[in-house]
């Protein structure tokens, strides 16, 4: 997938004393213009004496990681001549962009008892055209749950799911107030899996500090 025209032929099986016209109906998964262009007309003409044309297409490099895409052209209303097979044709449009890197916006953050919540933002290198989905578990000293005594409630549970076109996501933590006595300050460590559509790269370690409030 890079910018480079295609020429597709639409030929006739004899020569004809007369010109023959066919209109170009566009179709399939690609979507014009972000993923191609066409550089001649839509309605398709074979001079006199003639027995093919092309038809022209520019594929644009739109720099997502996406899967292969299709443009479906089919020939209709055909005059001077009558349809023969095979039609429609099928140009497929293969990906060439590597997958993006996916990482925590930063490797640590504190955030005091009585915030009420906190954020930890997972980031792309650069948007998807595909669903990215994140496997993370979670550790450190701080008590999860809705118990007495328990410090977090994981709001975003794995895996994490960044939707195509997204440049970022964020995990949600709801920080717990304990008001019956004083405790030092405790940890939430959250450690990415193997991420589906993207590649992992530092920090993919992520520690959450949860501060006293006396």
């Known amino acids: 997938e890079n910018n480079r025209v295609v020429n597709v032929?639409?030929?006739?099986?004899?020569?004809?004393?007369?010109?023959?016209?066919?209109s170009l109906v566009l179709g399939g998964t690609a979507v014009r213009p972000l993923d191609y262009e066409l550089l001649t007309a839509s309605l398709v003409e074979i001079?006199?004496?003639?027995?093919?044309?092309?038809?022209?297409?520019?594929?644009?490099?739109?720099?997502?990681?996406?899967?292969?895409?299709?443009?479906?052209?089919?020939?209709?209303?055909?005059?001077?001549?009558?349809?023969?097979?095979?039609n429609p044709h099928t140009l497929t449009i293969s990906d060439d962009d590597a997958p993006p890197t996916i990482s925590f916006q930063v490797e640590t953050q504190k955030v005091?008892?009585?915030?009420?919540?906190?954020?930890?933002?997972?980031?792309?290198?650069?948007?998807?055209?595909?669903?990215?989905?994140?496997?993370?578990?979670?550790?450190?000293?701080?008590?999860?749950?809705?118990?007495?005594?328990?410090?977090?409630?994981?709001?975003?549970?794995?895996?994490?799911?960044?939707?195509?076109?997204q440049p970022a996501a964020v995990i949600e933590v709801d920080i717990v107030v304990d008001t019956d006595y004083e405790e030092p300050d405790e940890t939430v460590i959250f450690s990415m899996g193997t991420p589906v559509n993207a590649t992992r790269v530092t920090p993919y370690v992520h520690t959450l500090t949860i501060t006293e409030v006396p």
């Open 112 to 165: 005091p008892e009585g915030a009420g919540g906190a954020e930890v933002v997972v980031q792309l290198s650069a948007p998807s055209g595909k669903e990215i989905s994140l496997p993370f578990t979670v550790s450190g000293d701080a008590v999860p749950g809705e118990c007495e005594g328990c410090d977090y409630n994981l709001v975003t549970l794995s895996p994490l799911v960044i939707p195509p076109g």
């Open 47 to 86: 001079p006199t004496g003639s027995t093919s044309v092309f038809v022209m297409l520019e594929i644009i490099d739109d720099l997502l990681d996406e899967d292969p895409e299709t443009v479906l052209l089919t020939l209709a209303n055909p005059m001077n001549a009558v349809l023969g097979m095979p």
């Open 9 to 22: 032929e639409v030929s006739l099986d004899v020569v004809s004393g007369q010109p023959a016209y066919a």
